[in-house]
Structure formats: structure tokens, C-alpha cells
């Protein structure tokens, strides 16, 4: 079993920056992945990008290679996205979740956090 929690959202202007955080507890291993999906308004939940426990591989979403970087800090158990250069588009509800399968297999996530908000004003 495997516990994630999120933290770090809030309100931003376009433009301006946030850190979420996913913090993981239980059962994890070098294998286990951690990815942030996002779900915006009346909108599907769609993958942001992905880190494997290890942090030796990191895989993104095309809309967010450019602006959002994914990184994992050992002694915390914690898993960040660092967001840059935000836009209104942005906004929605940010979810990590956790596999041990593939990280691409979007529908085979077994641990899902409560989400956190963002919201980006223009």
C-alpha cells in the first residue's frame, strides 16, 4: 500500500511560478513510478509527466516539456513539479499517482492523491 499526498497549489498570475508536491509513504521501490496528471473544468484528466522512483527517468507530456520539470527528493520521499511560466490554461486540479507498471499505461495508476487546486488568472 502506498500513500501520496499532495500540497503546493494555490492561486498564481499568468506568468508566475508554483511547486507541487507529492509526498509518498508505504510501499515504494527503485521501480515504482510517481506521475502528475491534471484535470481541468469539464475536461478530462490528461498526464503531465512522470519520474521514476529512482529518479534516473523522467518522461513528459508535449504540452509541458517545455515549462514544467519533474523532479524527486530521496530523504523526503517527495516528488515535485516545478511549474514555470504559467497560463489560465493551466488551471485545474493536480493529481499525483502511483505504479508499478508502465508510466505510460494511464489507466493502470493503483494509488491516486486527494489533488490539489491551481488556478491561474490572467
Known amino acids: 500500500q502506498v500513500q501520496l499526498v499532495e500540497s503546493g497549489g494555490g492561486l498564481v498570475q499568468a506568468g508566475g511560478s508554483l511547486r507541487l508536491s507529492c509526498a509518498a509513504s508505504?510501499?515504494?521501490?527503485?521501480?515504482?513510478?510517481v506521475a502528475w496528471f491534471r484535470q481541468a473544468p469539464g475536461k478530462e484528466r490528461t498526464f503531465v509527466g512522470a519520474?521514476?522512483?529512482?529518479?534516473?527517468?523522467?518522461f513528459y507530456a508535449d504540452s509541458a516539456n517545455v515549462r514544467f520539470t519533474i523532479s524527486r527528493d530521496n530523504a523526503k520521499n517527495t516528488v515535485y513539479l516545478q511549474m514555470n511560466s504559467l497560463r489560465p490554461e493551466d488551471t485545474a486540479v493536480y493529481y499525483c499517482?502511483?505504479?508499478?507498471?508502465?508510466?505510460?499505461?494511464?489507466?493502470?495508476?493503483?494509488?491516486w492523491g486527494q489533488g490539489t487546486q491551481v488556478t491561474v488568472s490572467s
Open positions: 499517482a502511483g505504479t508499478t507498471g508502465d508510466y505510460s499505461d494511464y489507466e493502470g495508476y493503483e494509488y
Open positions: 508505504g510501499r515504494t521501490s527503485s521501480g515504482y513510478v
Open positions: 519520474i521514476t522512483w529512482s529518479g534516473r527517468s523522467k
